[in-house]
């Protein structure tokens, strides 16, 4: 069954340092998204992207974060300046369709900033 | 915007018990599909079980089935015959039926259930 793979699974990084999660979608998929998960709290939505531009954005997605699909394959979230508080389960997730089923979640990159 | 609530914190059931999870959600749209995910101590999200709002038949797999009250707005997650690997976070999910929609397909999350399985 495809795979949406990340990597890393686990990133430490220094408060203030650029830091990119990298993600694969299936293939065939045409949206793709960003979640974040604070521990212990719920999932919440950071970004969507659709045809080579960012369809939708959380409050949470402000000017620190951006999204790019560098080469038609590769899904990449990147934090300029990370604080603390970006510490977080980072999920990459691919669509066919943006209505429907078909909603593949990988198994994420957990980030830890001291 | 859809909003989606899960009253239960956490949750407990003995093995071999059934148990059943709450999910209340509000939206204005009649098409829209419904998520159960499981999140063990890994974290990776797993999907459980899913329902498509315009089927009132509720969804089944194997020991997993809901309860869905489309009126109620309502989509309660029931597992019979626990097991110990049942034991996670579970989150219900919400995502919009409109393809191109301005919500583009993202998913609405519940606050989360923890499960406990006692032997």
């Known amino acids: 069954e495809p795979e949406v793979t990340q990597t890393p699974s686990h990133q430490v990084t220094q408060m203030g340092q650029e830091v990119i999660l990298r993600c694969v979608p299936i293939?065939?998929?045409?949206?793709f998204y960003w979640y974040r998960q604070i521990l212990g709290q719920k999932v919440e939505f950071l970004v969507s992207?659709?045809?080579?531009?960012?369809?939708?954005k959380s409050e949470i997605f402000d000017d620190q974060f951006s999204v790019e699909r560098p080469d038609g394959s590769n899904f990449t979230l990147k934090i300029r300046s990370t604080k603390l508080e970006d510490s977080a389960m980072y999920f990459c997730?691919?669509?066919?369709?943006?209505?429907?089923?078909?909603?593949?979640f990988g198994s994420g990159t957990r980030l830890t900033v001291v | 915007a859809q909003t989606v609530t899960q009253s239960q914190p956490e949750m407990s059931v003995q093995e071999a018990e059934t148990v059943t999870l709450s999910c209340t959600y509000d939206?204005?749209?009649?098409?829209?599909?419904l998520f159960w995910y499981k999140q063990p101590p890994s974290r990776q999200m797993i999907l459980v079980i899913r329902?498509?709002?315009?089927?009132?038949q509720n969804a089944t797999e194997n020991r997993f089935s809901v309860n869905f009250q489309k009126a109620a707005k309502s989509f309660s997650l029931k597992i019979s015959d626990s097991q110990l690997g049942d034991a996670a976070m579970y989150f219900c999910?919400?995502?919009?039926?409109?393809?191109?929609?301005?919500?583009?397909?993202?998913?609405?999350f519940g606050q989360g259930t923890i499960l406990t399985v006692h032997p």
């Open positions: 997730a691919s669509s066919l369709v943006s209505g429907g089923f078909g909603y593949t």
């Open positions: 293939s065939n998929h045409l949206y």
């Open positions: 992207f659709y045809n080579n531009e960012i369809s939708e």
């Open positions: 939206t204005s749209e009649s098409d829209y599909y």
């Open positions: 329902q498509e709002a315009y089927k009132q």
């Open positions: 999910a919400y995502r919009s039926a409109k393809a191109g929609g301005t919500s583009y397909g993202k998913l609405t």
